[in-house]
């Protein structure tokens, strides 16, 4: 053991120079697994960077070949072997790219079927091995037993990664090929475990939620800001967006793409105003105190969609290619929506079946196993079926976890847009009333006299909203108990003057959108009936607020 962390680190170890804390930690572990009386450490993280570094550039190029054979040789035993493979983080967002992600999604299906005894997929992993990794395979092939002295020396390599890529490959390949590991080398199996829940830590990201009402304050604003532009200009509004968006389908037209193609393939697009939304949210949530203007959003928001396309691919990318290789199982008999039921599916006539090709190798020179390395390889095998059953557990609740995660996003995204949708309801329902009372208001009799009307409402506790300060001053003559506020004051708005009135109404001549927004705002937060009056006349306003207030 001593000469393991010697060589391994070019030093010794005192209390000057205490060993590393992982070194320490799986020494530990691999103690205390072997009191235990266990024969095999967890092989997880052996395999994790065996499927890192496996893949060379040259098997790259030639991937599409090897997966074709292998699918042509297994497709019908895919279920069979993912029970012999592990919960790693496969998907595209863990990966170099999406084609990486698929090839190592194949790769440790081939993985599943070799620890599954298919003759096949054992024979295809030690071809790969010796024509993609040649000087490595030649080198372990002069081995029959090998040491962890050994398995380390064997890495030339000087980033650490590449080096425990070395070693994972090793530890993989080494039972394939018939050479048995000297004892201490399971100390090696808890050392990869310990770095690989280092690095997937390091990679995680977890996904940051909104605080409550960031996202319908940020709908105020991306609505002020459109509403704004209608009115300043005749054309449709994000005018900026739409530039950018043209600048994207000729880039995808010079990659021989549809020039729609980034936005046909979002799942969750719901409009220009929503998604200046989300990207407004967005970057609050990282940068509280910086302001942004309406341009810069626009842009913003470009790069937000191109970014949702990317994301939104990847996650198809992974969830059909997960279904394709059967890594998670349909019940079509507990799914009472789908259409589709196999057992319809009526075959008039079978081809014959061939047996599958077996890839030749020359013959091995490993002696014949007696009785007892069957027993063992069975013994192993059991072990590894345990694992996996454990394992689809955990690939089930990663998948739910995934899912959950993006539900409680739409969820609470979903109830914000409806809670605004509500108080955007009760506006157009004032306004309805507003247009109708406008065009009935010639048809509105009543028995009784202005002055009876106006001596009804003079104690009413009204509040008007707009308008020039001179009719403010009229009707302060008749009615001294209402409260009347010029829009001119929008700058200190304070809801508390409209606390405790029956009605408010607004006079919206001259008003400002934003200016309007902000009274608005108020008066829905304290849930104040509201309505719009469209004349001056001292008159028409006493006649609508009898009517509003007192009429049946």
């Not at 024979?123 to 090998?146: P, V």
């Not at 008003?511 to 006349?537: C, D, N, Q, T």
Request: proline letters at 3%; charged letters at 35%.
């Amino acid at each position: 053991m001593s000469r393991f962390l010697d060589d391994y680190f070019d030093q010794g170890y005192n209390d000057e120079n205490p060993m590393p804390v992982d070194v320490l930690i799986s020494v530990i572990q691999d103690m205390k697994n072997r009191q235990e009386g266990n024969a095999l450490p967890d092989t997880i993280g052996a395999e994790y960077y065996f499927l890192q570094d496996f893949i060379t550039l040259d098997m790259d190029c030639d991937f599409p070949y090897i997966e074709k054979d292998f699918l042509k040789h297994c497709s019908d035993k895919l279920p069979e072997f993912l029970k012999y493979t592990r919960n790693i983080d496969l998907d595209a967002r863990y990966n170099e790219n999406i084609a990486v992600a698929l090839q190592k999604k194949i790769l440790y299906v081939i993985y599943g079927g070799a620890q599954s005894g298919d003759v096949y997929c054992r024979e295809l992993l030690k071809y790969l091995f010796k024509i993609y990794h040649r000087n490595l395979y030649r080198t372990l092939k002069r081995f029959r037993t090998i040491s962890m002295d050994e398995i380390l020396g064997l890495s030339d390599e000087k980033e650490e990664n590449s080096q425990l890529g070395v070693v994972g490959m090793v530890l993989i390949m080494c039972p394939l090929m018939g050479i048995t590991f000297s004892d201490e080398v399971s100390v090696l199996y808890f050392y990869l475990i310990k770095k690989m829940e280092d690095w997937k830590r390091e990679e995680y990201i977890e996904r940051e939620f909104p605080e409550d009402g960031l996202f319908e304050e940020c709908m105020k604003t991306v609505d002020a800001w459109m509403d704004d532009e209608k009115l300043s200009s005749k054309n449709k509004y994000g005018k900026k967006y739409y530039a950018d968006e043209r600048f994207a389908e000729e880039c995808m037209n010079y990659f021989n793409y549809p020039g729609d193609f980034p936005f046909t393939s979002l799942e969750n697009f719901m409009g220009l105003r929503i998604e200046m939304t989300r990207t407004l949210m967005t970057l609050k949530m990282n940068h509280p105190k910086k302001e942004y203007t309406y341009e810069q959003i626009q842009h913003l928001t470009m790069i937000y969609t191109l970014c949702s396309t990317i994301a939104d691919i990847a996650d198809r990318f992974d969830m059909e290619t997960d279904y394709l290789l059967s890594k998670y199982d349909f019940d079509y008999d507990d799914d009472e929506d789908s259409l589709f039921d196999p057992k319809k599916i009526e075959v008039y006539k079978e081809k014959e079946k061939t047996e599958p090709e077996v890839l030749k190798t020359k013959a091995s020179s490993t002696p014949v196993s007696s009785e007892t390395e069957e027993n063992e390889d069975e013994y192993l095998k059991e072990i590894a079926r345990l694992r996996s059953s454990l394992d689809e557990k955990d690939r089930e609740i990663k998948r739910l976890r995934d899912a959950y995660s993006e539900a409680k996003a739409s969820r609470k995204e979903a109830e914000e847009m409806v809670h605004r949708y509500e108080s955007e309801r009760e506006e157009l329902i004032a306004l309805r009333e507003f247009a109708y009372q406008t065009q009935q208001e010639e048809e509105i009799r009543n028995d009784l006299s202005i002055e009876e009307m106006k001596a009804a409402i003079k104690g009413k506790k009204i509040a008007i909203i707009g308008g020039h300060v001179n009719w403010h001053n009229k009707l302060k003559q008749q009615f001294p108990d209402w409260r009347f506020v010029l829009s001119e004051a929008s700058k200190t708005v304070d809801g508390k003057m409209l606390e405790g009135c029956e009605k408010v109404y607004f006079y919206t001549d001259h008003m400002s959108h934003v200016i309007y927004g902000k009274f608005i705002a108020a008066v829905r937060e304290r849930k104040i009936p509201f309505g719009y009056l469209g004349s001056i006349h001292i008159e028409s306003v006493i006649k609508q607020v009898y009517e509003d207030l007192c009429g049946e």
